[in-house]
Nanobody, 119 residues
Framework: QVQLVESGGGLVQPGGSLRLSCAASGRIFSIYEMGWYRQAPGKQRELVASWFSGGRTNYVDSVKGRFTISRDNAKNMGYLQMNSLKPEDTAVYYC?????????????WGQGTQVTVSS
């Protein structure tokens, strides 16, 4: 089992920045994929940013140029740097990681952290 704890959310004004962190603990072997998702009230959870072993990253169009996903495997930490925040970025943000266990891919979720962008 892998436990994930997100932190860094909060209330920020439009145009501001936040840095979300995702701390992993437990039986960690080799995380090969990490994603940050978000879910706004009344909406489906959406994938915002992905990180893949080797360093490749992907972003949903709405956050390209504003968000940066990164990972420090030595520290078992993942990050989402969010700049130029907009009210539409308001949501609960979740961290998800995937690793191979006994030949199968398993993924894990954190409990989420609230991000509110409002003046």
């Amino acid at each position: 089992q892998v436990q994930l704890v997100e932190s860094g959310g909060g209330l920020v004004q439009p145009g501001g920045s936040l840095r979300l962190s995702c701390a992993a603990s437990g039986r960690i072997f080799s995380i090969y994929e990490m994603g940050w998702y978000r879910q706004a009230p009344g909406k489906q959870r959406e994938l915002v940013a992905s990180w893949f072993s080797g360093g490749r990253t992907n972003y949903v169009d709405s956050v390209k140029g504003r968000f940066t996903i990164s990972r420090d495997n030595a520290k078992n930490m993942g990050y989402l740097q969010m700049n130029s925040l907009k009210p539409e970025d308001t949501a609960v943000y979740y961290c998800n990681v995937a690793q191979i266990e006994s030949g199968d891919s398993r993924d894990y979720w954190g409990q989420g952290t609230q991000v509110t962008v409002s003046s």
